[in-house]
T-cell receptor, first 113, second 117 residues
Framework: DAKTTQPNSMESNEEEPVHLPCNHSTISGTDYIHWYRQLPSQGPEYVIHGLTSNVNNRMASLAIAEDRKSSTLILHRATLRDAAVYYC??????????????FGKGTSLLVTP | DGGITQSPKYLFRKEGQNVTLSCEQN?????MYWYRQDPGQGLRLIYYSQIVNDFQKGDIAEGYSVSREKKESFPLTVTSAQKNPTAFYLC????????????????FGSGTQLSVL
């Protein structure tokens, strides 16, 4: 399975934009790029996903490189509630085979007032 | 509200004891999953089920067992064979993945913290 590489931790000031990078140089053509985040002592929650084009939703934006070997999750204005571990995950094509999202260690985002 | 409910939130196991973690969902999802998370680590897949009465081992199934008798329920039993059971256990669900769509979201419960006495 293709793997992702993320920094262990990042820090941001409140109300500043945050760019969380993810490298996935072995991504296949049918892999979707998913982002989840996990607040302390909670289960992960879906943030955003995309295939080739940049995506926006109410939580964040996802910028995907033209060669798809990297992507960036953008939080436009960080708040204290955005402090969490952010996971970048490749979701392979399933068909009739088994499936699992492979959550690595993610990036721990610290937001300071 | 629709969602996934895990219980209990905290659970303690004695040596040699089996314990069962509950996971219920009312999202009408076909697929359900169990993950284990150790401190400072990512999630590792224990078991998953794509449909009622069927389930598959994940990466770390040894010492665990599951059942899927109802669509809404996917209980996980941590057996005495699991020598290091202390961890945060997360249950998740999603739509049927066998349709070939690869953009389905996972919905997670709030987790159960299991500790050994």
């Amino acid at each position: 399975d293709a793997k992702t590489t993320q920094p262990n931790s990042m820090e941001s000031n409140e109300e500043e934009p945050v760019h969380l990078p993810c490298n996935h140089s072995t991504i296949s053509g049918t892999d979707y790029i998913h982002w989840y985040r996990q607040l302390p002592s909670q289960g992960p929650e879906y943030v955003i996903h995309g295939l080739t084009s940049n995506v926006n939703n109410r939580m964040a934006s996802l910028a995907i490189a033209e060669d798809r070997k990297s992507s960036t999750l953008i939080l436009h204005r960080a708040t204290l509630r955005d402090a969490a571990v952010y996971y970048c995950i490749l979701r392979p094509f399933i068909g009739n085979s088994g499936y699992a999202l492979n959550f690595g260690k993610g990036t721990s985002l610290l937001v300071t007032p | 509200d629709g969602g996934i409910t895990q219980s209990p939130k905290y659970l303690f196991r004695k040596e040699g004891q089996n314990v069962t973690l509950s996971c219920e969902q009312n999202l009408n999802h076909d697929a359900m999953y169990w993950y284990r998370q150790d401190p400072g680590q990512g999630l590792r897949l224990i078991y998953y089920s794509q449909i009622v009465n069927d389930f598959q081992k994940g990466d770390i199934a040894e010492g665990y067992s599951v059942s899927r008798e109802k669509k809404e329920s996917f209980p996980l039993t941590v057996t005495s064979a699991q020598k290091n059971p202390t961890a945060f256990y997360l249950c998740a669900s999603s739509l049927d993945l066998r349709q070939g769509k690869n953009n389905e979201k996972l919905f997670f419960g709030s987790g159960t913290q299991l500790s050994v006495l």
